[in-house]
């Protein structure tokens, strides 16, 4: 079985391995969601990137 395989967003974000926008921000404005994620952690260089999948996994051997 697979160890923590459940991972918590807050707790992601709360060790600066995620961001997440406000929950006031509109998921339908893209650029609403960038504007905040660049203001919200001060960083101006942020680029939205669509690989076109919900999901990305990335395998590393041990």
């Known amino acids: 079985m697979a160890q923590n395989a459940a991972i918590d967003p807050v707790v992601e974000e709360t060790n600066g391995q995620a961001y ?9 404005n893209s650029n609403g969601i960038m504007d905040n994620l660049r203001d919200k952690y001060n960083n101006k260089l942020m680029q939205q990137f669509d690989f076109f999948a919900p999901e990305i996994a990335i395998r590393v051997d041990k």
């Open 20 to 28: 997440m926008p406000d929950p006031d921000v509109s998921v339908k």
